[in-house]
């Protein structure tokens, strides 16, 4: 299954029936035109054009990317209890020395202080809010999901306005992390603004940013790799930030472990 469709928030009838017909059959959607797409569903470019939009995403592809990535990481998942019987295919184990190479990479340029910082203020935020869009949400809802399991209260989306009230009322004792992999991160420009006015601690999970990083109480910087065709911008396999989740979540755990009689009830 390329896209879950309960990860999405806003979704109307139409997007449902068009990710039902990806995941039935990927192989039509794969590195195809938005024409191409639009024809395989029976349906306009300007629907496509809005539905990759509610997924999250800045642009066809962007969508297109993440189609590809997911692809090829299902079709080794699938595979991977016979592979050793057949040919090893190209793609995947290109693949897989891209992966191990950003991981290789990502572990070089985290602050293991920060980290360790960040996941102590995990612990001990009231409420944590997890904000990215595109591929970036997704890896913030494994992440989200995760924190939910050891106790914490903990919120993702990819549409901040529709949370504004929630978002907008947060204070000191909350959390909000950011995760960009290009300079996406311009958009919530106000946001942070406004958050750090109410005091709010602010997390950025990113490749590149140049915007307000200056307003980040803690940066945690992983791997990605330039594009040829758009150096400002980033090629993140996906890999790099979900290791970085669970390193996340390792610290906590380990915070956990070392604190058994934690003083925030909320928590542990």
Not at 45 to 73: A, D, P, W
Not at 94 to 102: R, V, W
């Amino acid at each position: 299954m390329l896209i879950v469709e309960e990860s999405y928030e806003n979704l109307v009838a139409t997007d449902r029936l068009i990710i039902k017909k990806i995941n039935q059959h990927p192989d039509a959607f794969i590195n195809s035109s938005i024409v191409e797409f639009a024809k395989n569903v029976s349906t306009a470019v300007s629907t496509i054009s809005k539905f990759v939009r509610r997924l999250g995403f800045t642009n066809y592809r962007e969508f297109q990317n993440y189609l590809i990535t997911s692809y090829l990481l299902e079709r080794e998942k699938n595979y991977s209890d016979f592979l050793f019987q057949i040919k090893r295919d190209e793609e995947i184990e290109n693949l897989k020395k891209i992966e191990f190479y950003a991981i290789e990479e990502t572990i070089k340029l985290l602050d293991q202080r920060q980290l360790k910082n960040v996941a102590q203020r995990i612990c001990e935020a009231n409420k944590i809010w997890l904000i990215g869009s595109g591929q970036n949400f997704l890896q913030l809802q494994d992440l989200c999901n995760n924190l939910r399991i050891v106790g914490c209260n903990a919120f993702a989306t990819s549409f901040p306005n529709n949370h504004a009230f929630e978002i907008m009322n947060l204070d000191s004792d909350d959390l909000v992390i950011f995760m960009a992999d290009n300079y996406e991160s311009n958009v919530y420009f106000n946001l942070v603004r406004k958050l750090k006015e109410n005091h709010v601690t602010l997390v950025m999970i990113t490749a590149l940013n140049k915007f307000f990083i200056n307003d980040m109480d803690f940066i945690l910087n992983y791997f990605a790799f330039p594009l040829k065709s758009t150096p400002s911008l980033v090629g993140n396999t996906k890999v790099q930030s979900f290791f970085l989740n669970n390193l996340i979540m390792t610290y906590i755990l380990k915070q956990k472990s070392t604190n058994p009689n934690w003083t925030n009830p909320k928590r542990w």
